[in-house]
């Protein structure tokens, strides 16, 4: 029988993130549960993986408890995209705050290391530019983007917490905007818009003047930080960034897009969401001394890639 090193619970793992996980952390020889809801994930994003060996999916919902041995998780379960968080709050949160109690009971039960995808949503409309680790964020509590934003900050504080009251060795990484193949077309986030729209000839929706800023991570860079993370000393908990500091306008994305896929689209302008962040760029200083990671990929080399993958995607 093959030895497989560790197992490793990796929640929303049918998703963006979760799927490019799944699929380095099985190639590297561990024995993988995905649990998933398929609320924003789909089997398609796991479809290489499944009937292989070490690689088991339970269609489950985080929100519920679940008991099993792990060696490993990572929690990233939690719909990511403005619109399908927005769509049924009251879950997202309980996403949000629940899935994050129920990973650390297992985690404290089992003596596993946890990993929780943060994000730099936690900053809120930050005022602090670029964002670093030890700022406390501007968030609106009642707002459209709270269910999202404060559950992840309540995550956060219940990882602490469980790591002061049971020692639960905890790892907490603050995500910004990441991209790549194994986005699903109908996402709504910026990239995956502007690029479909963009291979179809249609309008490219920029919502507000687009002046608003974004720094986007590739794919690849993000799991390799990930897992670094993950393997780091147990002095290393977090919160870290993990996200790429080029930063770019919305409109600048735009016509890189436009560019890139020679594309006859024609930019117009849509209402700016409410709540949206005016500026994000990730500082990356903490990373980078303790996990030395620093993100490789280019926005043109990662837009590229991503472009092809789309292109597959809507033959
Ligand atoms: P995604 O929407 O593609 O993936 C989320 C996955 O979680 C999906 O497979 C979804 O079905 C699953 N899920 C949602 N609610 C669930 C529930 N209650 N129970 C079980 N499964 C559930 O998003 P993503 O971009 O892959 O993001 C993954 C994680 O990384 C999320 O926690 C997100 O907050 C975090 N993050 C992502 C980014 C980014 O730019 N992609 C930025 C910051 C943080
Ligand atoms: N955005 C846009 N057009 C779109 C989708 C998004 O102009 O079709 C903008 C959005 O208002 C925001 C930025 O692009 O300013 C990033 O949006 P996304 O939903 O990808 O992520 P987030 O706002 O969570 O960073």
Redesign the pocket.
Request: glycine share 12%; net charge neutral.
């Given at each position: 029988m093959e030895f497989r090193k560790k197992t490793i619970l990796i929640?929303?793992?049918?998703?963006?993130?979760?799927?490019n996980l799944c699929k380095k952390l099985h190639s590297d020889g561990n024995n993988i549960i995905c649990?998933?809801?398929?609320?924003?994930?789909?089997y398609e994003?796991i479809y290489s993986l499944v009937n292989k060996e070490y690689f088991t999916i339970l269609n489950?919902?985080?929100?519920n408890p679940y008991d099993f041995y792990v060696d490993e998780i990572y929690?990233?379960?939690?719909?990511?995209?403005p619109p399908?968080y927005q769509r049924n709050p009251v879950?997202?949160f309980?996403?949000g705050i629940l899935?994050a109690i129920n990973g650390l009971e297992l985690a404290t039960k089992w003596d596993a290391k946890i990993l929780q995808?943060?994000?730099?949503?936690v900053y809120g409309d930050a005022q602090v530019h670029p964002q670093v680790e030890t700022y406390w964020g501007n968030v609106n509590p009642d707002g459209i983007r709270a269910c999202?934003d404060e559950s992840?900050r309540g995550a956060e504080t219940i990882f602490f917490d469980y790591n002061r009251t049971y020692k639960t060795n905890i790892k907490i990484i603050?995500?910004?905007?990441?991209?790549g193949p194994?986005?699903?077309p109908d996402?709504g986030?910026v990239v995956s818009n502007f690029i479909i729209q963009a291979l179809r000839n249609d309008d490219i929706t920029v919502y507000g003047d687009g002046s608003q800023t974004r720094s986007f991570?590739y794919i690849s860079d993000l799991i390799d930080g990930i897992i670094k993370m993950m393997n780091s000393d147990s002095t290393v908990q977090g919160p870290i960034n993990l996200g790429n500091p080029s930063e770019f306008t919305v409109l600048e994305l735009a016509e890189k897009i436009i560019q890139l896929t020679r594309s006859k689209s024609k930019i117009i302008f849509e209402k700016l969401p409410q709540d949206d962040p005016k500026q994000r760029k990730p500082n990356i200083e903490k990373a980078n001394k303790q996990l030395d990671w620093k993100p490789l990929v280019s926005l043109e080399d990662g837009l590229t890639e991503t472009i092809n993958y789309f292109k597959e995607k809507l033959k």
């Open positions: 929640t929303g793992g049918a998703g963006f993130i979760g799927s649990m998933d809801n398929f609320y924003t994930g789909t994003n489950h919902d985080v929100i929690n990233l379960a939690c719909p990511a995209s399908f879950h997202t309980k996403t899935g995808a943060s994000t730099s949503e999202y992840k603050r995500i910004f905007n990441t991209y194994g986005m699903n996402d986030r991570c």
